[in-house]
């Protein structure tokens, strides 16, 4: 399980854009999102840096993942 700060996520639009763009690269992967704490929990084998460059092609900011 990799778990990311996720900013720029506001609705469910945006949990659907986050997931969706992860199960892109791995279809097998489970995402949770929680918007309140920004947060989203992966559990895939991909390593962390094409999940994160997922999330930012989908439009979203990995702070701490520069
Ligand atoms: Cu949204």
Redesign the pocket.
């Known amino acids: 399980m990799q778990t990311f700060k996720v900013d720029g ?7 659907r ?1 986050v997931t969706n763009a992860i199960q892109r690269i791995d279809p097998q992967s489970t995402v949770q999102v929680d918007l309140a704490t920004k947060t989203v929990k992966v559990d895939s084998a991909l390593p962390c840096a094409q999940i994160v460059d997922a999330i930012k092609t989908a439009g979203f900011d990995v702070p701490d993942m520069a």
Not at 9 to 15: I, K, N
Request: glycine share 38%; proline share 0%; charged share 0%.
């Open positions: 996520m506001t609705c469910g639009g945006c949990v854009g």
